[in-house]
Protein backbone atom coordinates (compact mmCIF):
# COMPACT_ATOMS: atom_id res chain seq x y z
CA UNK A 1 0.00 0.00 0.00
CA UNK A 2 1.15 3.67 -0.46
CA UNK A 3 -0.16 6.58 1.53
CA UNK A 4 -0.80 9.78 -0.42
CA UNK A 5 -1.47 13.21 0.81
CA UNK A 6 -2.50 15.79 -1.85
CA UNK A 7 -2.81 19.00 -1.16
CA UNK A 8 -2.83 22.87 -2.32
CA UNK A 9 -6.16 23.02 -4.27
CA UNK A 10 -9.01 25.92 -4.29
CA UNK A 11 -11.03 28.59 -5.66
CA UNK A 12 -8.76 31.31 -7.89
CA UNK A 13 -9.33 33.68 -10.35
CA UNK A 14 -9.17 33.07 -14.33
CA UNK A 15 -5.52 34.23 -14.56
CA UNK A 16 -4.02 32.81 -11.13
CA UNK A 17 -1.90 30.30 -10.11
CA UNK A 18 -2.31 27.90 -7.72
CA UNK A 19 0.02 24.68 -6.52
CA UNK A 20 -0.78 21.41 -6.00
CA UNK A 21 1.49 18.95 -3.93
CA UNK A 22 1.72 15.04 -3.48
CA UNK A 23 3.40 13.01 -1.02
CA UNK A 24 3.78 9.56 -1.09
CA UNK A 25 4.86 7.11 1.82
CA UNK A 26 7.63 5.38 -0.26
CA UNK A 27 10.93 6.24 -0.99
CA UNK A 28 12.36 7.09 -4.51
CA UNK A 29 14.14 3.72 -4.85
CA UNK A 30 10.19 2.09 -5.10
CA UNK A 31 8.77 5.03 -6.87
CA UNK A 32 9.00 5.17 -11.06
CA UNK A 33 6.57 7.78 -12.32
CA UNK A 34 4.32 10.14 -10.38
CA UNK A 35 1.85 13.01 -11.68
CA UNK A 36 -1.45 14.20 -12.07
CA UNK A 37 -4.44 13.44 -14.11
CA UNK A 38 -8.04 15.62 -13.66
CA UNK A 39 -11.29 14.60 -14.33
CA UNK A 40 -14.11 17.35 -15.16
CA UNK A 41 -17.88 16.71 -14.23
CA UNK A 42 -18.92 14.60 -16.98
CA UNK A 43 -16.26 14.30 -18.79
CA UNK A 44 -13.17 11.42 -18.84
CA UNK A 45 -10.32 11.56 -16.34
CA UNK A 46 -7.18 13.07 -18.22
CA UNK A 47 -3.29 13.22 -17.92
CA UNK A 48 -2.36 16.77 -16.76
CA UNK A 49 1.13 15.83 -16.03
CA UNK A 50 3.49 13.45 -15.03
CA UNK A 51 7.27 12.98 -13.92
CA UNK A 52 9.69 9.75 -13.81
CA UNK A 53 12.63 9.43 -11.25
CA UNK A 54 14.84 10.19 -13.98
CA UNK A 55 13.27 13.30 -14.41
CA UNK A 56 11.47 12.70 -17.53
CA UNK A 57 8.46 15.03 -18.26
CA UNK A 58 5.10 14.57 -19.62
CA UNK A 59 1.96 17.11 -20.08
CA UNK A 60 -1.25 16.78 -21.64
CA UNK A 61 -1.38 19.10 -24.62
CA UNK A 62 -4.12 21.52 -22.86
CA UNK A 63 -1.53 22.54 -20.03
CA UNK A 64 1.69 22.70 -21.87
CA UNK A 65 3.36 26.07 -21.41
CA UNK A 66 1.15 26.92 -18.29
CA UNK A 67 1.63 23.92 -16.03
CA UNK A 68 5.04 22.54 -14.76
CA UNK A 69 5.60 19.80 -12.30
CA UNK A 70 8.78 18.82 -10.69
CA UNK A 71 9.84 16.18 -7.70
CA UNK A 72 11.55 16.25 -4.71
CA UNK A 73 12.87 12.90 -4.63
CA UNK A 74 14.15 13.08 -0.69
CA UNK A 75 10.86 14.06 0.16
CA UNK A 76 8.77 11.90 -2.11
CA UNK A 77 6.96 14.86 -2.83
CA UNK A 78 5.95 15.81 -6.33
CA UNK A 79 4.61 19.43 -7.21
CA UNK A 80 2.00 20.61 -10.12
CA UNK A 81 2.74 24.93 -10.63
CA UNK A 82 -0.21 26.01 -12.36
CA UNK A 83 -0.12 29.30 -14.12
CA UNK A 84 -2.59 31.38 -15.81
CA UNK A 85 -5.27 29.20 -15.17
CA UNK A 86 -8.57 29.47 -17.03
CA UNK A 87 -12.13 28.30 -16.26
CA UNK A 88 -11.65 25.04 -17.97
CA UNK A 89 -9.33 23.96 -15.74
CA UNK A 90 -11.59 23.56 -13.33
CA UNK A 91 -11.52 19.72 -12.16
CA UNK A 92 -10.89 17.35 -9.08
CA UNK A 93 -7.15 16.77 -9.62
CA UNK A 94 -5.87 12.89 -8.72
CA UNK A 95 -2.18 12.38 -7.76
CA UNK A 96 -0.90 9.09 -9.15
CA UNK A 97 2.32 7.03 -7.87
CA UNK A 98 3.81 4.27 -9.74
CA UNK A 99 5.29 1.96 -7.90
CA UNK A 100 9.54 0.41 -9.67
CA UNK A 101 7.91 -3.70 -9.32
CA UNK A 102 4.48 -3.62 -9.37
CA UNK A 103 1.26 -1.45 -9.03
CA UNK A 104 -0.10 2.18 -9.44
CA UNK A 105 -1.51 4.40 -6.47
CA UNK A 106 -4.13 7.16 -6.83
CA UNK A 107 -4.71 10.01 -4.10
CA UNK A 108 -8.13 10.67 -2.91
CA UNK A 109 -8.31 14.17 -5.16
CA UNK A 110 -8.07 17.64 -4.46
CA UNK A 111 -10.60 20.15 -5.81
CA UNK A 112 -9.60 23.05 -8.51
CA UNK A 113 -11.73 25.70 -9.17
CA UNK A 114 -10.68 28.72 -11.38
CA UNK A 115 -13.99 31.22 -11.49
CA UNK A 116 -14.76 34.56 -10.88
Known amino acids: QVQIVESGGGLVQPGGSLRLSCAASRNIFEISTMGWYRQAPGKQRELVAAITNGGYTNYGDSVKGRFTISRDNAKNTVYLQMNSLKPEDTAVYYC??????????WGQGTQVTVST
Open 96 to 105: IVELVVKGAY
